[in-house]
């Protein structure tokens, strides 16, 4: 979105950009914090600030999705290069996002709430921390320090790139050491890539609660985009009635979080139970464990996943992972008889390595230039790009050497 459309859409909704309130104009009433959102003050030993507190119960549930996990942390905690933490109590993993006063990051980014939760007794618990002005973010720091008592690690959405190094820096800057130096950190963002990133468009916390989850973010909360120029006339105007969407908003994410992670330690502890009728979404799953050194389970999501659907194009993918890894295991005639299956939908890597396995494998130049001659046929069927082109080229360049090897193997039948 450019400027000028975001300061349209904001002004619609009454916010205008870079301008003071109208010293003549109607003084509304303003509203503070405390009259907006259910809240508590936290006392600290830097002075107090605003807090939101909510608790969960252990059944709640986010669309379909469970705050809590129903196996071990053994999986995603592999994932994350933390054995460590598969021996950690649940208690001990923070959730956190911030809301800050800029998108770009730097000293001069401020987080001026800060969501996060732990579970407790069977229970999620959430705080937000709410800074009513600047002067108190040495406050907000120290009671955040405190919530976090005893973590034994961080979990956020790309938090890697933007929560954590703005918090680092804000600690510094206030003289204090950050509790996050150091501390293994699970972004979730990354994690959720590697699984859906080949069947949705984006993989926003929003979109994966609505394509995963089932479930509709409120109405009544502020776009992220927003969020940066609400508290900035919170603080000009001091009117604190339109921050309670920020309030829903943040408290949103951190519970996505919670979700997220109940849902990952699950698939990742037991990956072939999970129940999931998307042959994309298993292949994904399958390429994330094979890395992880498990290529039986690997082979398992495979093999489940090219049974789900009867169309060829859905099937081609996880045929081809599971031909690649058959291959490194030196299991050259089952890849064969997969490339085969996934050649008859046009596929031009199984046609590829078709070839090489009758010509290498086989000694069977005839058969890899029946390959061969299938996929200059497929591709010099339409306009290419320029990887095409490329492709079209190391085929032609496969195929002349070929022709002139069957050439040679057929002068030496007829002399004999």
Same mark, same amino acid.
């Given at each position: 979105?450019?400027?000028?459309?975001?300061?349209?859409?904001?002004?619609?909704?009454?916010?205008?950009?870079?301008?003071?309130?109208?010293?003549?104009?109607?003084?509304?009433?303003?509203?503070?914090?405390?009259?907006?959102?259910?809240?508590?003050?936290?006392?600290?030993?830097?002075?107090?600030?605003?807090?939101?507190?909510?608790?969960?119960?252990?059944?709640?549930?986010?669309?379909?999705?469970?705050?809590?996990?129903?196996?071990?942390?053994?999986?995603?905690?592999?994932?994350?290069?933390?054995?460590?933490?598969?021996?950690?109590?649940?208690?001990?993993?923070?959730?956190?996002?911030?809301?800050?006063?800029?998108?770009?990051?730097?000293?001069?980014?401020?987080?001026?709430?800060?969501?996060?939760?732990?579970?407790?007794?069977?229970?999620?618990?959430?705080?937000?921390?709410?800074?009513?002005?600047?002067?108190?973010?040495?406050?907000?720091?120290?009671?955040?320090?405190?919530?976090?008592?005893?973590?034994?690690?961080?979990?956020?959405?790309?938090?890697?790139?933007?929560?954590?190094?703005?918090?680092?820096?804000?600690?510094?800057?206030?003289?204090?050491?950050?509790?996050?130096?150091?501390?293994?950190?699970?972004?979730?963002?990354?994690?959720?890539?590697?699984?859906?990133?080949?069947?949705?468009?984006?993989?926003?916390?929003?979109?994966?609660?609505?394509?995963?989850?089932?479930?509709?973010?409120? +109405?009544? %909360?502020?776009?992220?985009? /927003?969020?940066?120029?609400?508290?900035? #006339?919170?603080? @000009?105007?001091? =009117? !604190?009635?339109?921050?309670?969407?920020?309030?829903?908003?943040?408290?949103?994410?951190?519970?996505?979080?919670?979700?997220?992670?109940?849902?990952?330690?699950?698939?990742?502890?037991?990956?072939?139970?999970?129940?999931?009728?998307?042959?994309?979404?298993?292949?994904?799953?399958?390429?994330?464990?094979?890395?992880?050194?498990?290529?039986?389970?690997?082979?398992?999501?495979?093999?489940?996943?090219?049974?789900?659907?009867?169309?060829?194009?859905?099937?081609?993918?996880?045929?081809?992972?599971?031909?690649?890894?058959?291959?490194?295991?030196?299991?050259?005639?089952?890849?064969?008889?997969?490339?085969?299956?996934?050649?008859?939908?046009? +596929?031009? %890597?199984?046609?590829?390595? /078709?070839?090489?396995?009758?010509?290498? #494998?086989?000694? @069977?130049?005839? =058969? !890899?230039?029946?390959?061969?001659?299938?996929?200059?046929?497929?591709?010099?069927?339409?306009?290419?790009?320029?990887?095409?082109?490329?492709?079209?080229?190391?085929?032609?360049?496969?195929?002349?050497?070929?022709?002139?090897?069957?050439?040679?193997?057929?002068?030496?039948?007829?002399?004999?």
């Amino acid at each position: 979105m450019d400027f000028d459309s975001l300061s349209e859409k904001l002004k619609r909704i009454g916010v205008s950009l870079g301008m003071q309130p109208d010293a003549n104009s109607p003084r509304k009433d303003r509203k503070a914090i405390e009259q907006v959102v259910e809240g508590r003050e936290v006392q600290t030993n830097f002075g107090s600030l605003f807090s939101s507190h909510r608790a969960y119960p252990g059944d709640y549930r986010l669309g379909g999705q469970a705050l809590l996990p129903t196996k071990p942390t053994h999986g995603i905690a592999r994932w994350a290069r933390a054995p460590h933490l598969a021996e950690t109590s649940l208690e001990n993993f923070i959730f956190l996002d911030t809301e800050t006063t800029g998108l770009s990051g730097g000293t001069g980014t401020l987080a001026f709430m800060i969501g996060v939760g732990r579970y407790r007794g069977g229970s999620f618990i959430t705080e937000q921390f709410f800074l009513r002005g600047p002067a108190e973010e040495a406050a907000l720091l120290a009671a955040l320090e405190s919530f976090c008592a005893d973590m034994a690690a961080v979990v956020t959405y790309n938090g890697k790139s933007f929560d954590i190094p703005i918090l680092n820096t804000r600690y510094v800057l206030q003289g204090f050491i950050s509790p996050f130096e150091e501390l293994p950190h699970l972004d979730l963002l990354h994690l959720t890539r590697r699984i859906w990133k080949a069947r949705l468009e984006q993989c926003n916390l929003g979109n994966i609660e609505n394509r995963i989850f089932g479930l509709n973010r409120d +109405s009544d %909360e502020i776009p992220g985009y /927003l969020i940066p120029e609400y508290y900035t #006339r919170y603080l @000009r105007e001091g =009117d !604190a009635e339109p921050l309670k969407g920020i309030f829903t908003h943040n408290a949103q994410d951190v519970v996505s979080l919670a979700a997220l992670f109940a849902l990952f330690t699950d698939i990742l502890s037991e990956p072939t139970a999970w129940e999931n009728e998307c042959s994309q979404d298993l292949t994904s799953l399958g390429r994330l464990v094979e890395q992880l050194g498990d290529a039986d389970t690997a082979l398992s999501l495979y093999e489940k996943g090219r049974s789900l659907d009867t169309a060829p194009e859905p099937r081609v993918e996880p045929l081809l992972a599971q031909a690649r890894l058959l291959k490194r295991q030196s299991r050259h005639p089952e890849a064969a008889e997969l490339w085969s299956q996934a050649a008859e939908a046009g +596929s031009l %890597e199984a046609l590829e390595e /078709l070839a090489k396995y009758h010509e290498h #494998r086989r000694g @069977r130049a005839k =058969d !890899a230039l029946a390959c061969v001659d299938r996929a200059v046929e497929l591709l010099s069927g339409s306009r290419k790009d320029s990887r095409e082109a490329g492709l079209l080229s190391a085929f032609l360049h496969r195929r002349e050497r070929l022709m002139k090897k069957v050439q040679r193997h057929q002068s030496q039948q007829d002399e004999d």
